[in-house]
């Protein structure tokens, strides 16, 4: 199976700062890789797909980059709606597994 | 609007059954697989499996293979996922997704999903 990690686990930032994640998978799985941004008590909601294609409606704001291994999902200024927890997931091959969160909180 | 409608909330004994359901609209039911996913309180997401609408065919994480079933009924848009000896660990919301693929852009991703049926086994 291919393991997913993610860092940092958790961030405190400021609304306008710049924020970055980073998701590193076991093995390559080319560009078959999902972000996915999850408030409390919802379902997690599709952002970036396919490593670096922005979901329709999503803010421009967001931004994913990366392919072999080595993901990236930025926020270039973060706005108060942003405060959420921030999963990655490969779609190469099943099991479809994700990565543990990054949580973004106020600082 | 494509979307996903749950069953709602459960609450179970250890070693009894749930089954979840996931109401479709907005697109053609048979065109796209049906993904489960669940996530403990305070935890990450966890995939489950998948389902093809159209054939019927299944595909299970190694961990729930022999206890949980993914089926369909077409005539109605709904899929459902039935996991069979629940203990306590199996406390958690369970998701069903759209698994959207294509292949052009070698990619494949879960948009949308359900709202989440949270089921509690509990003595």
């Known amino acids: 199976d291919i393991q997913m990690t993610q860092s940092p686990s958790s961030l405190s930032a400021s609304v306008g700062d710049r924020v970055t994640i980073t998701c590193r998978a076991s093995?390559?799985?080319?560009?078959?890789l999902n972000w996915y941004q999850q408030k409390p008590g919802k379902a997690p909601k599709l952002l970036i797909y396919?490593?670096?294609s922005l979901q329709s409606g999503v803010p421009s704001r967001f931004s994913g980059s990366g392919s072999g291994t080595d993901f990236t999902l930025t926020i270039s200024s973060l706005q108060p709606e942003d405060f959420a927890t921030y999963y990655c997931?490969?779609?190469?091959?099943?099991?479809f597994g994700f990565g543990p969160g990054t949580k973004v909180d106020i600082k | 609007q494509v979307q996903l409608v749950q069953s709602g909330a459960e609450v179970k004994k250890p070693g009894a059954s749930v089954k979840v359901s996931c109401k479709a609209s907005?697109?053609?039911?048979?065109?796209?697989?049906i993904n489960w996913v669940r996530q403990a309180t305070g935890q990450g997401l966890e995939w489950m499996g998948w389902?093809?609408?159209?054939?019927?065919?299944?595909g299970y994480a190694q961990k729930f293979q022999g206890r949980v079933t993914m089926t369909r009924n077409t005539s109605i848009s709904t899929a459902y996922m039935e996991l069979s000896s629940l203990r306590s660990e199996d406390t958690a919301v369970y998701y069903c997704?759209?698994?959207?693929?294509?292949?052009?852009?070698?990619?494949?991703?879960?948009?949308?999903w359900g709202q989440g049926t949270l089921v509690t086994v509990s003595s």
């Open positions: 997704a759209v698994a959207v693929v294509v292949a052009a852009l070698r990619a494949n991703w879960f948009d949308p």
């Open positions: 907005g697109y053609t039911f048979t065109s796209y697989d």
């Open positions: 389902m093809n609408p159209n054939s019927g065919n299944t």
């Open positions: 093995q390559s799985i080319s560009s078959y």
């Open positions: 396919a490593a670096s």
């Open positions: 997931q490969q779609s190469y091959s099943t099991p």
